[in-house]
């Protein structure tokens, strides 16, 4: 079967979609049949939307597609399922835009270069503005016709009209922006700025050899990790770098463990045994499955806690990686904003939210621009709780280019975050023109 039909007239309902003797016939699926085709749309490309009056086809690269006529599909019905169809519409939504974007670049004169002004502004509110506005068509139809405030609630990406239309405003940064853009509306298609814009100021250790040591001593045990946990790769490299950098799974004075420094009493006392439950990514996409284990300390494995459970072990070498970057995505998890999830990895994952009431919480979650919150800590627990400047320790070590620049990428529930940080120690502004 190469074509599947989705409709939710009375929840989502999934069916096998065949033509026999020119008419449409639909075959129920059973329950593993659904799996797999979830699995398909997460893990295909898209190569065609095709959209009629009547209906969207979206078709992809290894050989099926998906009908659907009722955009219900995509609200939320708070299933387990809601995540598949929240990529798929992501997916559609880029699909249409690169597609879009082409089409725009081939009505171009050959050797065609957009006109783009950079000017420092120095008394301009920190924003970042594209001037103009992206503007595609779907089509004359179902999304015209279909589209509810459930949907355009839920990805953002859906209009109520056929025409819809993108004003990339950036999110406001922490500090002055380095230069603003401005293009003229016919040439701000050719402009990709859905990425959150950060300048800070912080030291700059790179070149000092510790980076390097890190990178060359761990990737062998960190890349795969990094991968099937959809994290940050620089940004992982930073924090190994700034926790420890050597193959050593000995226990410190300070209680701690191994490459990625793991506090021993706080994953096996007396009291508990931390049980990990951490999503599984390919690249960078979340599959839906997840690796669950126990994290034992290799003095206790007589713990009869222990016996007929899958665990890891912190003194083992590659345990102690995979563990580390199980925490760290189990960070992000919790946080969203990256620069939490860094501290909360050093402060342990709840000392930020049990210091916060859950309207701040919800507002630095979605503010990641914004570091104020790295007061909060120090003022609830005291200034000795945990590293108070941990999160500029490890950016310290986080690998830009000769500009100072960084391109910061991780998932967070199916949403990709795209993050262009600055550090505006390195930055020369001359270099930018």
Not at 183 to 200: G, V
Not at 313 to 327: K, T
Not at 389 to 404: A, K, N, P, Q, S
Request: include cysteine; aromatic fraction near 12%.
């Amino acid at each position: 079967m190469s074509k599947f039909y989705i409709n939710d007239n009375e929840g989502r309902k999934y069916y096998a979609y065949q033509y026999q003797n020119d008419e449409i016939k639909y075959i129920n699926l059973n329950n593993k049949d659904i799996a797999n085709l979830l699995s398909s749309v997460t893990e295909g490309r898209i190569i065609k939307v095709h959209d009629s009056s009547e209906y969207m086809e979206i078709v992809f690269e290894n050989g099926f597609s998906i009908v659907i006529d009722n955009l219900k599909i995509f609200s939320p019905h708070k299933d387990n399922q809601d995540r598949y169809f929240i990529e798929l519409l992501t997916k559609i939504k880029s699909f249409v835009e690169k597609e879009t974007l082409k089409k725009y670049k081939s009505s171009l004169p050959p050797n065609h270069i957009p006109k783009v002004n950079r000017t420092k502004k120095k008394s301009m509110p920190a924003k970042r503005i594209i001037a103009g506005t992206l503007t595609f068509v779907i089509s004359t139809s179902i999304i015209a016709g279909l589209i509810n405030k459930e949907i355009a609630k839920t990805e953002q990406i859906a209009s109520e009209s056929i025409s819809i239309s993108y004003t990339e405003q950036v999110k406001k940064s922490a500090i002055e922006p380095k230069a603003s853009i401005n293009t003229s509306p016919d040439e701000a298609t050719l402009i990709d700025d859905d990425s959150i814009k950060i300048d800070l100021a912080f030291p700059d250790e790179t070149a000092n050899g510790k980076l390097e040591q890190t990178k060359e001593l761990c990737s062998p045990y960190l890349d795969y990790w990094i991968n099937r946990y959809g994290l940050p790769k620089d940004l992982t490299y930073a924090l190994v770098s700034q926790e420890y950098g050597v193959l050593d799974c000995t226990i410190n004075s300070s209680g701690a463990c191994g490459p990625m420094q793991l506090q021993v009493a706080s994953f096996h006392n007396d009291n508990a045994i931390e049980k990990i439950k951490v999503a599984v990514y390919n690249n960078g996409v979340p599959t839906g499955e997840y690796d669950e284990f126990y994290v034992a300390d290799e003095r206790k494995l007589d713990d009869p806690r222990l016996a007929g459970q899958n665990y890891l072990v912190m003194q083992n070498l590659e345990d102690n990686f995979r563990i580390g970057c199980a925490q760290l995505r189990r960070c992000i998890d919790k946080y969203k904003n990256i620069f939490l999830a860094i501290d909360a990895y050093n402060k342990g994952m709840y000392a930020f939210s049990s210091s916060c009431d859950d309207a701040t919480l919800a507002y630095y979650k979605e503010h990641p621009e914004d570091f104020s919150w790295t007061n909060i800590i120090p003022n609830h627990f005291g200034e000795n709780y945990g590293d108070k400047d941990y999160i500029w320790h490890v950016l310290r070590y986080l690998d830009t280019d000769t500009r100072g620049e960084a391109n910061i990428e991780y998932n967070y529930e199916g949403e990709l975050i795209k993050i262009d940080l600055t550090n505006t120690n390195v930055y020369n502004s001359e270099l930018k023109r």
